[in-house]
T-cell receptor, first 117, second 113 residues
């Protein structure tokens, strides 16, 4: 296993366009998380999945954001009608669920850097 | 609600000098605590974590941290830094069953030759 993969690494889009990012987690991890990191800040939680179920969404996740994890494997994060304020690094992470002896054992991907012009 | 405060936004040190990066947290329940490192244009890599047990936790790359419950702190230390330690360091607390992480704002560690 090569870790958590995110695609693309960089995305430049015009304001108002839709963008979609993909995350491939470590195969045996059943939890998948999305975070957003703006310049000079720590990452902020957006949403997470346990298997295919989306269990929690942050208030940061406006109606223009949607995430899916079909079949509990890879996940996509879509942003519709992008705004300049959406410019950030979008990080994906995966982990085992609690009780498996790996509490907090997140593995992060390298992120997708989105620039909205 | 849980929160994390990293007291220094930037820490410059000379190579081979010791360093301490400070982190305080607030929580009304027991927490798990973490330090992550982020190199430019990369994701986050786990340095070390405190779940329970010994309050002195050793991590990768020669880093260690001490959990102090009474002071609600989890400071990161390294006795002798190298140029390669130049990076952004994030302290985080794990919240609830979801284990989502609440991060501090980060400390930029710059090593000068």
């Amino acid at each position: 296993d090569t870790g958590v993969s995110q695609d693309p690494r960089h995305k430049i889009t015009k304001r108002g366009q839709n963008v979609t990012f993909r995350c491939d987690p470590i195969s045996e991890h059943n939890r998948l998380y999305w975070y957003r990191q703006t310049l000079g800040q720590g990452p902020e939680f957006l949403t997470y999945f346990q298997n295919e179920a989306q269990l929690e969404k942050s208030r940061l996740l406006s109606d223009r954001f949607s995430a899916e994890r079909p079949k509990g494997s890879f996940s996509t994060l879509e942003i519709q009608r992008t705004e300049q304020g959406d410019s950030a690094m979008y990080l994906c992470a995966s982990s085992h669920s609690p009780g498996t002896g790996s509490a907090g054992g997140y593995t992060f991907g390298s992120g997708t850097r989105l620039t909205v012009v | 609600a849980q929160s994390v405060t990293q007291l220094d936004s930037q820490v410059p040190v000379f190579e081979e000098a010791p360093v301490e990066l400070r982190c305080n947290y607030s929580s009304s329940v027991s927490v798990y605590l973490f330090w992550y490192v982020q190199y430019p244009n990369q994701g986050l890599q786990l340095l070390l974590k405190y779940l329970s047990g010994s309050t002195l936790v050793k991590g990768i790359n020669g880093f260690e941290a001490e959990f102090n419950k009474s002071q609600t702190s989890f400071h990161l230390r390294k006795p002798s830094v190298h140029i390669s330690d130049t990076a952004e360091y994030f302290c985080a607390v794990s919240v609830g069953g979801a284990q989502k992480l609440v991060f501090g704002q980060g400390t930029r560690l710059t090593i000068n030759p």
